[in-house]
């Protein structure tokens, strides 16, 4: 696995491992791809109601939102480095699909930083 991808999955377990973290998620029913340059092929997450979230490779049948850049940026958001709403405007990523939905995640990759 690429530094991206070891950081979805990373985050992902942050997420099972976090019970008030589920309850900010609880009842937030998404499907998150991710499209990082450098990775084998795009895999997603599976947001879930109970607020849990689980770890998928490929594509989903339907992605609510696509997060699509290179790896480094996913790496550096996730570990803090990076402001995501900044990098965001910055047009370091994209967001293909529901861009709003995508705040949703804010304060959870803050509260996992």
Known sequence: MGAGKDAVVEFV??????????????????????KLEGEDGPFWVEHK????????DGEPD?????????TQIWADI????????KAFFAKK?????DVMG???LL???KKLQ
């Open 49 to 56: 109601a109970d607020g849990s979230a689980e770890f998928h």
């Open 13 to 34: 377990k942050a997420i099972n491992g976090n019970e008030e973290v589920q309850g900010m998620l609880k009842n937030w029913v998404k499907n998150a791809c991710y």
């Open 62 to 70: 339907k992605a609510h939102f696509t997060f699509v850049g290179p």
């Open 93 to 97: 990523y994209k967001i293909e699909g």
């Open 107 to 109: 304060p959870v990759i």
């Open 102 to 104: 995508t705040m949703k």
């Open 78 to 85: 996730s570990s803090g480095k990076e402001d995501a709403q």
